[in-house]
């Protein structure tokens, strides 16, 4: 089953807006990453969260990772059009498996 | 570098029919895997292979065959084509199984 479920699962911003999205998931894990996923391609790594760190920043991306909560959240600042697409979480546990959830659908509107 | 490449594209069955996926990574990855994409539920796992003559099952394996003969290659084969396998596959590849996976461009399949 799913491990990840993303919230909300659509969102649309203006261009020079900031996104957020949030990740849930149910059971331990060793990291979490998230992945961009443009209409019709593959999915495309953004950025890998270790269980034990808190928060990690990559250009304008942010990622916060709470275990206790069982949460995440991904932070586009700065919005582009270019950044319409959808976006993963997917968490990786002992079975070394990732397991993704359903997706956030982002527009982003110039 | 042409990364993981999946072929076909798209591909249109009948209810009945085989057919195989084709996946090929020129990364040396040892970790591949296939997924299934639905509207509404995130990607699924369908089996996976740690190296070449190793493969496991997925979250979702039932009506698929994998197999491992070598590095780079990891078809998937549908035995007889259901319309419930009309779903967007993706291979995807890493070294040492993770944590960052290589996904390809995926294959549209719709099931007649």
């Known amino acids: 089953s799913q491990q990840g479920e993303e919230d909300p699962q659509a969102l649309s911003i203006q261009e020079g807006e900031n996104a957020t999205m949030n990740c849930s998931y149910k059971?331990?894990?060793?990291?979490l990453q998230w992945y961009r996923q443009n209409s019709g391609r593959g999915l495309v790594h953004l950025i890998l969260?270790?269980?034990?760190?808190r928060e990690k920043h990559s250009g304008r991306l942010r990622v916060t990772l709470d275990t206790s909560k069982k949460s995440s959240s991904l932070l586009i600042t700065a919005s582009r059009a270019a950044d319409t697409a959808s976006y993963f979480c997917a968490t990786d546990a002992d079975d070394n498996d990732m397991r993704f959830g359903a997706g956030t659908r982002l527009t982003v509107k110039p | 570098n042409a990364g993981v490449t999946q072929t076909p594209k798209f591909q249109v069955l009948k209810t009945g029919q085989s057919m195989t996926l084709q996946c090929a990574q020129d990364?040396?990855?040892?970790?591949m895997s296939w997924y299934r994409q639905d509207p509404g539920m995130g990607l699924r796992l369908i089996h996976y292979s740690v190296g070449a003559g190793i493969t496991d099952q997925g979250e979702v394996p039932n009506g698929y065959n994998v197999s491992r003969s070598t590095t780079e290659d990891f078809p998937l084969r549908l035995l007889s084509a259901a319309p419930s396998q009309t779903s967007v596959y993706f291979c995807a590849s890493s070294y040492g199984g993770g944590p960052e996976a290589f996904f390809g461009q995926g294959t549209r399949l719709t099931v007649v």
């Open positions: 059971t331990s894990i060793n990291n």
């Open positions: 990364m040396n990855h040892e970790y």
């Open positions: 969260i270790r269980s034990n760190e």
